[in-house]
DNA sequence: TAGCGGATTGGCT
DNA sequence: GCCAATCCGCTAG
């Protein structure tokens, strides 16, 4: 008899139309759930950073809405994947109400289900570096622009976040965002980064 | 329409 | 610790 809660149902919209520093914070220890080729595939969420509005000058909105950015501007729950150095897909999810961009950064996972094929997806790689990482968590659950980007996160199918196991307030850590030197000093030490942890994890 | 540089990663010194 | 890889969105002209 099949378990009902497999593969856990998705979060529903509502999660995401909030702040992206809370959504951000509530994601630790949530789930993300892929329906690949190679069949579920579950991670634990240990890493996210928020992305704000046009007065954040770390975010893609900074300047304005462009046909890349349009999504942030839409409804919460959707996916945001876009391309970095050429190399990596990175993963937002988008917060906030509709018409007010927004977006919560994937920055690290470890496997729950499934680590065969992600190990496999990431070449071998099957400790820390499985998922410590935004472009390395995309790698390992195969997680691309040509699959995702704009799409709805919160029908079930494809790609989904899950309930999981929420972090308790005391195994959370926060800090400066990662690799934003070019945004204003505010924006740069803002402590927007979230994460569990270690042995939290 | 040319040029710049990036919400990163992994390999090499 | 340094740096190449490798697209493409954005800005300036």
């Given at each position: 008899m099949p378990d009902p809660e497999f593969p856990p149902s998705p979060l529903p919209r509502s999660f995401f139309a909030r702040d992206s520093r809370t959504v951000a914070r509530e994601l630790l220890g949530r789930e993300l759930v892929h329906d690949s080729a190679e069949g579920i595939l579950i991670a634990r969420i240990v890493e996210t950073e928020a992305y704000g509005d046009e007065?954040?000058?770390?975010?893609?909105v900074a300047r304005g809405r462009t046909p890349r950015n349009e999504?942030?501007?839409?409804?919460?729950g959707h996916a945001y994947v876009y391309l970095v150095y050429g190399l990596h897909e990175l993963l937002n999810v988008v917060t906030e109400c509709d018409g007010l961009p927004g977006a919560v950064l994937l920055r690290a996972i470890v496997p729950v289900h499934g680590k065969a094929a992600m190990v496999a997806r990431r070449n071998?790689?099957?400790?820390?570096?499985?998922?410590?990482g935004p472009g390395k968590l995309s790698q390992a659950l195969g997680i691309t622009r040509a699959a995702?980007?704009?799409?709805?996160?919160?029908?079930?199918?494809g790609l989904w976040f899950a309930a999981g196991t929420p972090a308790a307030a005391g195994e959370i850590r926060t800090g400066p965002r990662v690799g934003?030197?070019?945004?204003d000093p505010v924006d740069r030490d803002a402590p927007w980064r979230f994460l569990l942890r270690p042995g939290q994890q």
């Open positions: 007065r954040d000058s770390a975010c893609h999504v942030l501007y839409g409804p919460p071998g790689r099957a400790g820390r570096e499985l998922g410590n995702f980007n704009r799409a709805d996160l919160c029908s079930g199918r934003i030197d070019y945004a």
